[in-house]
T-cell receptor, first 111, second 115 residues
Framework: KQEVTQIPAALSVPEGENLVLNCSFT??????LQWFRQDPGKGLTSLLL?????REQTSGRLNASLDKSSGRSTLYIAASQPGDSATYLC??????????FGTGTRLTVIP | ETGVTQSPTHLIKTRGQQVTLRCSSQ?????VSWYQQALGQGPQFIFQ???????GRGNFPPRFSGLQFPNYSSELNVNALELDDSALYLC??????????????FGAGSRLTVL
């Protein structure tokens, strides 16, 4: 069974700082890797999806990379803003019908 | 294009009761998945419905059951509620059978509190 770990569990940074969130998985035979954002008490918003043939994806100030050999993915957020405050979850959509989620990193960006 | 909508947004039940949660899938999607998210945890897969039949199930007991309707909407039913069933229940829709990754679109969730 795939297990996904996210470090750190919580992170607090001043506005404008660049930051990196980490995600590691026990089974490196993953197909894709997906990053989500979740605001308190809300559903999940997909941020980036890295497919099997890719090593990274970029969207605005976000960049996600995937290293299958080490079983790790990172989400890089440039020039952080208070609106980036949320919980960030990574997930391995291994099968056609299941996502294995990490426990998330709770990010607070201080104005 | 409408997204995934869930109802109710919040509800409170007592132990032993039964609950039904509803989900309308995004336009063009044929598959619905349900996830349970306890406080401070990542979502856990409950089951998925495709063509009105269960298409995969996580580690949840039979008192968690579901339905999918011809319009692809879905219900999650939980019988004999326990305190540990208190959680945010997330519905996600997708298009199974199309090329590429199975990208899920999530609803805002239904917050269930069991007293």
């Amino acid at each position: 069974k795939q297990e996904v770990t996210q470090i750190p569990a919580a992170l607090s940074v001043p506005e404008g700082e660049n930051l990196v969130l980490n995600c590691s998985f026990t089974d490196s035979a993953i197909y894709n890797l997906q990053w989500f954002r979740q605001d308190p008490g809300k559903g999940l918003t997909s941020l980036l999806l890295i497919q099997s043939s890719q090593r990274e994806q970029t969207s605005g100030r976000l960049n996600a990379s995937l290293d299958k050999s080490s079983g790790r993915s990172t989400l890089y957020i440039a020039a952080s803003q208070p609106g980036d405050s949320a919980t960030y979850l990574c997930a391995d959509p291994t099968g056609a019908n299941n996502l294995f989620f990490g426990t998330g990193t709770r990010l607070t960006v201080i104005p | 294009e409408t997204g995934v909508t869930q109802s109710p947004t919040h509800l409170i039940k007592t132990r032993g009761q039964q609950v039904t949660l509803r989900c309308s899938s995004q336009s063009g999607h044929n598959t619905v998945s349900w996830y349970q998210q306890a406080l401070g945890q990542g979502p856990q897969f409950i089951f998925q419905y495709y063509r009105e039949e269960e298409n995969g199930r996580g580690n949840f007991p039979p008192r968690f059951s579901g339905l999918q309707f011809p319009n692809y909407s879905s219900e999650l039913n939980v019988n004999a509620l326990e305190l540990d069933d208190s959680a945010l229940y997330l519905c996600a829709s997708s298009s199974l059978g199309t090329s590429g990754a199975n990208v899920l679109t999530f609803g805002a969730g239904s917050r269930l509190t069991v007293l």
